[in-house]
């Protein structure tokens, strides 16, 4: 009999113990305690997957008891943790306002922190998180830092943090250690460093085998190598786990890469179908995904525009503006353009693919001094910038 991987195993174990719960746990007489497991395994599932369908499911099993259970605060913590999943923080902030011992403790002030960090409050986030990291020292909490740093640009600061989180984890963490191998390699490989990206892939392969999330990093690092083909074959194995449109998309410009125009076109259409699918059932997750898709698969700035001013109303930051900026070049918008680079910039990111962009936004409208200097800046991080490489 073939042995489990470490992901199979975990998936198993979560699968029995919904059937052994089942949806009776959520009937009456409802006892909390097993409700709250059931809805918390669903929870892990639809995580662990990847799969969005099965993360709005534990959403609404979730909605069917908070209601029922005495101090629910525990399930306004998993509300406001899917929500952030799928984006929807309007949600996150009513389950911190309504819930007064989550605002409290060191999950809710977590999660405020966050909140701050998407909305754009890059201060008050850091401030949250540092002071949560002097109280606690928690691993998660951690890696919060270091992923605000590695957003911001300070590549050197978040591996350093990413490392001290490592530290702090155990022997039975070792998917989140995983986790944050993953992190160290997008940080090496957004600097060019592919061969220390490859080393903290393996290692994050050998803490958590099977991880389909492992592979797709795995995949992108392949096409960057230029290994098409190898990087293919590892997307489509990735898709048949976890069938997400993001990753389709990914194989569709990869196949761009290697010359297969009929292939991409094929991989292309099957993520904007899911796309679209999704915001029809009113979910907002892949708004930032079709931005990327229609300014740089199909080129059509206006509608580019569009799903930008969409994503920009749930949260602006400097991804959103520079989202919309280059939605709006696309458009031939340029000096609009101009304007939301220029507040993308303003916060003090600093990113090859950023100044990648701006650097073509101010060719645009007349900046030649800019356009020299953003493109210096982007090759000074990572000379293969130009390469290929997945929207995050």
């Not at 099957?270 to 009113?282: D, M, T």
């Not at 600093?350 to 101010?362: E, N, T, V």
């Not at 356009?371 to 995050?392: K, T, Y």
Request: aromatic share 10%.
């Amino acid at each position: 009999m073939k042995e489990l991987t470490d992901f199979e195993a975990e998936l198993a174990r979560i699968d029995a113990q919904i059937d052994e719960l089942g949806p009776a746990a959520l009937a009456d007489p409802l006892d909390p305690e097993r409700a709250t497991l059931y809805v918390y395994r669903l929870y892990q599932r639809g995580s662990l997957t990847g799969d969005p369908r099965r993360l709005e499911a534990a959403g609404r099993a979730v909605d069917e008891i908070i209601g029922r259970v005495p101090n629910p605060s525990d399930l306004y913590y998993l509300k406001a943790n899917l929500a952030f999943k799928v984006h929807r923080l309007d949600e996150v902030r009513r389950c911190l306002a309504d819930s007064q011992p989550l605002r409290e403790s060191r999950q809710g002030r977590s999660l405020a922190a966050d909140l701050a960090f998407q909305e754009g409050r890059y201060q008050e986030a850091r401030e949250a998180y540092r002071a949560l990291v002097r109280e606690q020292g928690e691993w998660d909490d951690i890696a919060r830092v270091a992923h605000m740093e590695f957003k911001l640009g300070d590549a050197d600061a978040a591996d350093r943090l990413f490392a001290e989180a490592a530290d702090e984890l155990t022997a039975k963490q070792m998917r989140h250690y995983a986790w944050v191998e993953l992190q160290r390699g997008v940080l090496d490989l957004k600097r060019g460093r592919e061969e220390e990206a490859g080393a903290h892939y393996d290692r994050a392969a050998r803490a958590y085998s099977g991880y389909w999330m492992v592979d797709e990093h795995r995949a992108e690092l392949l096409g960057a190598a230029g290994e098409y083909d190898r990087a293919a074959a590892l997307y489509e194995s990735v898709i048949e786990r976890a069938p997400r449109p993001e990753f389709m998309q990914a194989l569709g410009e990869l196949y761009d890469a290697a010359g297969d125009h009929t292939a991409a076109a094929a991989w292309h259409e099957r993520a904007h179908a899911a796309y679209l699918e999704s915001a029809a059932r009113g979910e907002v997750m892949y708004y930032h995904h079709l931005v990327d898709f229609y300014a740089d698969v199909r080129r059509d700035g206006a509608e580019a525009v569009r799903w930008a001013e969409k994503d920009l109303a749930l949260r602006e930051n400097f991804a959103t503006q520079a989202a919309l900026a280059w939605a709006l070049h696309r458009a031939g918008r340029h000096e609009e353009a101009r304007r939301w680079i220029e507040r993308s910039l303003a916060s003090g990111a600093r990113d090859a693919h950023l100044f990648r962009q701006a650097a073509a936004i101010y060719r645009q409208a007349g900046g030649n001094g800019e356009v020299r200097e953003f493109e210096r800046l982007a090759n000074e991080i990572n000379p293969h910038h130009r390469g290929f490489h997945v929207h995050r």
